[in-house]
């Protein structure tokens, strides 16, 4: 620890800091522009100067720059100095001579960053009256508006795209006063983490697009702390409702999970939300079995929902319940209880249960730990195996953007640049890389940073892993017949790790196969001999996977062997489309053969339309619930609005189905603590979950957290078309959360924040004083609990069944999933921006391939794979091997859940031959 002192009063602050990152963690206001606590220091904007002093007896000083100034023992700064005061007050001036007087109908408008150093400044009359400079703006994509006009040129914009997202089609341009932060001409940005630019935009240079569609202030959006579900990172976000819809979403701060940022499908995918094919009363259709085969539907009051169900489930012979990898533990917990164990299915292929249970077995009872996002940025060498992590966990990949960064900046310290330098460093660096390796079917946006990058079939990459497992320990299986380049790469990888004082291992359920996984985990275990243990970080497919893993339960095609050997003749489905967990005609031959279908849903999807019933479950802005993420952490939502119509959770559908069926013990569940206090005791392995949130009644000087902004305006005029008189606030039994702007204002548990605001500080970096210290964790901790941590073992449990090479056949093709970021998750699509940027269905193959086959880019070919038949357009994939070839993964209309698969193509001509 140091001591430094300001305004002639001492302060311990920590060692290697400089003084405004010190200052802010004290809770002192300093105003700061191109400083940002993930991109720390360049000292462009001059706004943060602090006065320093040699000691006690100088009563002068000099002006410095507090983000570009070691806070080491002894400084002495004032930061109330008149002298420099006026200096800051100056710069502010000097900002808004060429910024425009449009605040009122800025979008960043009362919540601007600018608004808020300018106020803390003391500057409030411009004294400027020349003309401005003025700039054109450019189209940057369905997410983001552009006005250049409002840039104070604080670099932020282009340090974010290019340094820390790695992002080459954002640039600065121009010099001095005519500086220009865009592309090189109008078009889509083309990083997965542009929207991040809003928030990191002190300006209005950067809005959010799809919310000035719908305009509201931010201080009039009702907000509660909420978790992405569009993949299995966790991240943690705020969504913003008003007049009942969805509005926007802002990224939540959890030190260990995301931090400061997004990716753009789980800020921009929120739309669903809204989407014109929610389902929001209770429908009944007559179906074939009742001799009426009209097939029309009707709406329904729940009651009568509840008893035709009820009866379902008294005269039938026999129920199932399935599951859901989007549904929340609650819901899960809800329908497996309803059902019964032994009938609760996972809703899930067989291929994504088998690899959920195994990495769960693999974290749980190997040596290996599972990371956080914060571990993650710190490994020194990694080694990525069998996944596209930038489509499948994006947060996961800007995680590993830093760690890329580790080794190289060695070179750095042994300059004493210290870490927050950010332009010394890259100098120092310069375009060093580091030990990370990349082992993927195809190429993948990391590639950028990697020192080598090896594609190959699933089983070849497979290989390579258990080639690097044995370098590591030479107990371990031999792989024959490895081509010797590889093997040289799995000894440099090997070695590499070795040397590594964080080593990480990165895989995941990407490429379909179990042999990837034993790899990783192999590698992983090899490292963890001898007293030090590696980190094992797997990438889940969906929000919830691994906490519908860890409840258990049969897979999909389990399911429908129960329906078909005539076990049950009724299913309950929960928040699931089964066409896109199996094969089109699995599924209506299951759906044909069951006498009555039941859904819980928030969206009509082909399922639904095929079912006797449907119930409006909630999404998760209208919901409380828990979900599990990747790396085993649990963590809650909170429902955001009160929805329309007969839409209620889903939990609480099946409660009220068990109530109606006499199940007396169902009305005790009044709240997601009961259910959660009935999953804990049903499954031990869930019994932290009831730590990870205040309970329902928990209050802070008998007050209750308001989701609604202290100046939130309009109660009554946004009813008027109702009543002339304010209407009663909907109460919340369920969480500590209150639907109103009345509660308790102060600083709220870490897991109960709604929102990040401060005196003085109404935009985004209000977050720091939310901090214990600036860009470490909140005040009493981040949110979340972890469910699975490494076993104490005596003998390693390795995996030593290595598979064989691959070969290519004559006339048939390996078609794996390839993923992307917009398309490939089932929900996100349903928003306008992310559709409109998701790729049409495709065939994938490398370019000397397609070229051998006499096949361009654009040609449509037909695919012949698991008995189904597409006619897509050949687009080329770089890095797929010969012999296989790939298909969209989740994009409409192509089936992933049962690739990887062998399967045929063909033309017009014939059938294509492999050259």
Same mark, same amino acid.
């Given at each position: 620890?140091?001591?430094?002192y300001?305004?002639?009063?001492?302060?311990?602050?920590?060692?290697?800091?400089?003084?405004?990152?010190?200052?802010?963690?004290?809770?002192?206001?300093v105003?700061?522009?191109?400083?940002?606590?993930?991109?720390?220091?360049?000292?462009?904007?001059?706004?943060?100067?602090?006065?320093q002093?040699?000691?006690?007896?100088d009563t002068?000083?000099r002006?410095?720059?507090?983000c570009?100034?070691?806070?080491?023992?002894?400084?002495?700064?004032s930061?109330?100095?008149?002298?420099?005061?006026?200096?800051?007050?100056?710069?502010?001036?000097?900002?808004?001579?060429?910024h425009?007087?449009?605040c009122?109908?800025?979008?960043?408008?009362g919540?601007?960053?600018?608004?808020?150093?300018?106020?803390m400044? +003391?500057h409030? !009359?411009? %004294?400027? &009256?020349?003309?401005?400079?003025? *700039? @054109?703006?450019?189209?940057?994509?369905? #997410? /983001?508006?552009?006005?250049?006009?409002?840039?104070i040129?604080?670099?932020?914009?282009?340090?974010?795209?290019?340094?820390?997202?790695?992002?080459?089609?954002?640039?600065?341009?121009?010099?001095?006063?005519?500086v220009y932060?865009?592309?090189?001409?109008?078009?889509?940005?083309?990083?997965?983490?542009?929207?991040?630019?809003?928030?990191?935009?002190?300006?209005?240079?950067?809005?959010?697009?799809?919310?000035?569609?719908?305009?509201?202030?931010?201080?009039?959006?009702?907000?509660?702390?909420?978790?992405?579900?569009?993949?299995?990172?966790g991240?943690?976000?705020?969504? +913003?409702?008003? !007049?009942? %819809?969805? &509005?926007?979403?802002?990224?939540? *701060? @959890?030190?260990?999970?995301?931090?400061? #940022? /997004?990716?753009?499908?789980?800020?921009?995918?929120?739309?669903?939300?809204?989407?014109?094919r929610r389902?929001?009363?209770?429908?009944?259709?007559?179906?074939?079995?009742?001799?009426?085969?009209?097939?029309g539907?009707?709406?329904?009051?729940g009651?009568?929902?509840?008893?035709h169900?009820?009866?379902?489930?008294?005269?039938g012979?026999?129920?199932?319940?399935?599951?859901?990898?989007?549904?929340?533990?609650?819901?899960?917990?809800?329908?497996?209880?309803?059902?019964?164990?032994?009938?609760?299915y996972?809703?899930?292929?067989?291929t994504?249960?088998?690899?959920?249970?195994?990495?769960?077995?693999?974290?749980?009872?190997?040596?290996a730990?599972?990371?956080?996002?914060?571990?993650?940025?710190?490994?020194?060498?990694?080694?990525?195996?069998?996944?596209?992590?930038?489509?499948t966990?994006?947060?996961?990949a800007?995680a590993?953007?830093?760690?890329?960064?580790?080794?190289?900046?060695?070179?750095?310290?042994?300059?004493?640049?210290?870490?927050?330098?950010?332009?010394?460093?890259?100098?120092?660096?310069?375009?060093?890389?580091?030990?990370?390796?990349?082992?993927?079917?195809?190429?993948t946006?990391?590639?950028?940073?990697?020192?080598?990058?090896?594609?190959?079939?699933?089983?070849?990459?497979?290989?390579?892993g258990?080639?690097v497992?044995?370098?590591?320990?030479?107990?371990?299986?031999?792989?024959?017949?490895?081509?010797?380049q590889?093997?040289?790469?799995?000894?440099?990888?090997a070695?590499?790790?070795?040397?590594a004082q964080?080593?990480?291992?990165?895989?995941g359920?990407?490429?379909?196969?179990?042999?990837?996984?034993?790899a990783?985990?192999?590698?992983?275990?090899?490292?963890?001999?001898?007293?030090?243990?590696?980190?094992?970080c797997?990438?889940?497919?969906?929000?919830?996977?691994?906490?519908?893993?860890?409840?258990?339960?049969?897979?999909?095609?389990?399911?429908?062997?129960?329906?078909?050997?005539g076990?049950?003749?009724?299913?309950?489905?929960?928040?699931?489309?089964?066409?896109?967990?199996?094969?089109?005609?699995?599924?209506?031959?299951?759906?044909?053969?069951?006498k009555?279908?039941?859904?819980?849903?928030?969206?009509?999807?082909?399922?639904?339309h095929?079912?006797?019933?449907?119930?409006?479950?909630a999404?998760?802005?209208e919901?409380d619930?828990t979900?599990v993420n990747?790396?085993?952490?649990?963590?809650?939502?909170?429902?955001?609005?009160?929805?329309?119509?007969?839409?209620?959770?889903?939990?609480r559908w099946?409660?009220?189905?068990?109530?109606?069926?006499?199940r007396?013990?169902a009305?005790?569940?009044?709240?997601?603590?009961?259910?959660?206090?009935?999953?804990?005791e049903?499954?031990?392995?869930?019994?932290?979950?009831?730590?990870?949130?205040?309970?329902a009644?928990?209050r802070?000087?008998g007050?209750?957290?308001?989701r609604?902004?202290?100046?939130?305006?309009?109660?009554?005029?946004m009813?008027?078309?109702?009543?002339?008189?304010?209407?009663?606030?909907?109460?919340?039994?369920?969480?500590p959360?209150?639907?109103?702007?009345?509660?308790?204002?102060?600083?709220?548990?870490?897991p109960?924040?709604?929102?990040?605001?401060?005196?003085?500080?109404?935009?985004?970096?209000?977050?720091?004083?939310?901090?214990?210290?600036?860009?470490?964790?909140?005040?009493?901790?981040?949110?979340?609990?972890?469910?699975?941590?490494?076993?104490?073992?005596k003998?390693?449990?390795?995996?030593?069944?290595?598979?064989?090479?691959?070969?290519?056949?004559?006339?048939?093709?390996?078609?794996?999933p390839?993923?992307?970021?917009?398309?490939?998750?089932?929900?996100?699509?349903?928003s306008?921006?992310?559709?409109?940027?998701?790729?049409r269905?495709y065939?994938?193959?490398?370019?000397?391939?397609?070229?051998n086959?006499?096949?361009?880019?654009?040609?449509?070919?037909?695919v012949?794979?698991?008995g189904?038949?597409?006619q897509?357009?050949?687009?080329?994939?770089p890095?797929?091997?010969?012999g296989?070839?790939?298909?969209?993964?989740?994009?409409?209309?192509?089936?992933k859940?049962?690739?990887?698969?062998?399967?045929s193509?063909?033309?017009?001509?014939?059938?294509?031959?492999?050259?």
């Amino acid at each position: 620890m140091a001591t430094i002192y300001i305004d002639n009063k001492p302060y311990e602050v920590k060692d290697g800091n400089n003084l405004l990152h010190a200052c802010l963690s004290l809770g002192f206001n300093v105003p700061y522009f191109c400083w940002h606590p993930a991109m720390h220091s360049v000292g462009a904007c001059r706004q943060c100067a602090v006065k320093q002093f040699k000691d006690e007896k100088d009563t002068r000083g000099r002006i410095v720059m507090s983000c570009m100034t070691p806070a080491s023992d002894g400084t002495r700064i004032s930061i109330d100095d008149p002298e420099v005061k006026a200096f800051r007050a100056s710069i502010i001036e000097w900002f808004m001579t060429n910024h425009p007087h449009d605040c009122p109908v800025c979008d960043e408008g009362g919540e601007c960053h600018l608004q808020d150093m300018t106020q803390m400044t +003391g500057h409030v !009359y411009r %004294r400027f &009256r020349f003309k401005k400079r003025t *700039y @054109n703006n450019q189209y940057l994509g369905p #997410f /983001l508006t552009h006005e250049m006009n409002r840039c104070i040129q604080c670099y932020r914009c282009v340090r974010f795209y290019r340094d820390y997202a790695g992002g080459r089609d954002f640039d600065v341009f121009a010099s001095h006063n005519h500086v220009y932060f865009g592309r090189h001409e109008d078009g889509v940005l083309q990083n997965e983490f542009s929207g991040n630019l809003v928030e990191v935009c002190p300006t209005g240079v950067f809005d959010d697009k799809t919310f000035n569609k719908h305009y509201t202030r931010k201080w009039d959006l009702q907000t509660a702390p909420s978790i992405c579900v569009h993949c299995g990172v966790g991240c943690n976000t705020i969504p +913003g409702e008003r !007049y009942g %819809r969805l &509005r926007r979403i802002r990224n939540r *701060y @959890n030190g260990e999970v995301n931090r400061y #940022f /997004l990716c753009d499908r789980g800020r921009y995918g929120y739309e669903f939300v809204n989407s014109d094919r929610r389902i929001r009363r209770p429908l009944l259709r007559p179906t074939p079995h009742d001799g009426d085969s009209s097939g029309g539907e009707s709406t329904v009051a729940g009651e009568e929902a509840l008893r035709h169900i009820a009866d379902l489930l008294y005269f039938g012979a026999g129920v199932i319940g399935i599951g859901s990898p989007r549904a929340s533990l609650e819901a899960n917990f809800a329908l497996r209880s309803l059902v019964g164990p032994e009938h609760f299915y996972s809703g899930t292929s067989d291929t994504d249960s088998r690899l959920v249970a195994m990495i769960i077995d693999i974290l749980s009872k190997g040596p290996a730990r599972s990371p956080s996002l914060l571990e993650v940025e710190s490994a020194d060498a990694v080694f990525v195996l069998g996944e596209d992590v930038t489509n499948t966990a994006p947060v996961l990949a800007l995680a590993l953007r830093r760690s890329a960064r580790q080794k190289p900046m060695e070179a750095a310290r042994k300059q004493h640049i210290p870490c927050w330098d950010d332009a010394a460093t890259r100098n120092a660096i310069q375009d060093a890389k580091g030990p990370f390796y990349i082992a993927a079917p195809y190429s993948t946006r990391l590639e950028d940073l990697s020192a080598h990058s090896y594609h190959a079939a699933p089983d070849d990459l497979a290989r390579l892993g258990f080639a690097v497992a044995h370098e590591l320990n030479k107990a371990l299986p031999y792989v024959e017949g490895l081509p010797e380049q590889v093997r040289s790469l799995a000894g440099s990888i090997a070695g590499a790790l070795k040397d590594a004082q964080r080593p990480l291992i990165v895989s995941g359920t990407g490429c379909g196969s179990e042999a990837v996984i034993q790899a990783a985990a192999d590698i992983a275990w090899a490292l963890s001999n001898g007293g030090r243990r590696a980190d094992l970080c797997f990438t889940a497919p969906e929000c919830n996977s691994l906490g519908l893993g860890l409840m258990g339960g049969h897979s999909l095609d389990g399911a429908f062997r129960a329906v078909q050997e005539g076990a049950a003749d009724t299913v309950i489905i929960l928040e699931n489309d089964l066409y896109r967990r199996a094969d089109e005609g699995a599924v209506n031959n299951f759906l044909g053969r069951v006498k009555h279908a039941v859904i819980i849903d928030h969206l009509t999807t082909p399922t639904s339309h095929k079912a006797e019933a449907a119930l409006p479950a909630a999404a998760f802005a209208e919901a409380d619930g828990t979900l599990v993420n990747s790396e085993g952490r649990a963590q809650r939502f909170y429902q955001v609005f009160v929805p329309e119509g007969g839409i209620q959770e889903s939990w609480r559908w099946l409660r009220d189905i068990m109530i109606t069926t006499r199940r007396a013990y169902a009305r005790e569940w009044e709240n997601p603590d009961a259910v959660m206090a009935a999953l804990a005791e049903a499954l031990p392995v869930f019994k932290q979950i009831q730590d990870i949130a205040p309970p329902a009644g928990f209050r802070i000087a008998g007050m209750k957290i308001p989701r609604q902004h202290q100046r939130y305006s309009g109660r009554t005029a946004m009813f008027a078309d109702i009543t002339v008189f304010e209407p009663r606030p909907p109460k919340d039994p369920d969480s500590p959360l209150s639907f109103t702007m009345e509660g308790y204002q102060g600083r709220p548990p870490s897991p109960l924040i709604p929102r990040f605001w401060s005196p003085g500080w109404n935009s985004v970096q209000a977050v720091n004083k939310f901090q214990s210290e600036v860009g470490g964790p909140l005040h009493g901790g981040d949110p979340g609990k972890r469910l699975l941590e490494p076993a104490e073992v005596k003998e390693i449990p390795f995996f030593k069944a290595i598979p064989g090479a691959f070969v290519s056949r004559k006339g048939e093709w390996l078609f794996i999933p390839v993923y992307h970021l917009f398309g490939s998750e089932e929900m996100s699509i349903l928003s306008p921006g992310i559709a409109e940027l998701s790729p049409r269905p495709y065939l994938g193959l490398n370019l000397e391939e397609a070229n051998n086959l006499q096949v361009s880019a654009g040609e449509e070919i037909e695919v012949n794979v698991n008995g189904a038949v597409y006619q897509l357009p050949v687009r080329h994939v770089p890095g797929l091997p010969a012999g296989v070839a790939g298909l969209p993964a989740g994009l409409p209309g192509v089936h992933k859940a049962t690739l990887p698969a062998w399967g045929s193509l063909s033309k017009t001509s014939g059938m294509v031959e492999v050259v």
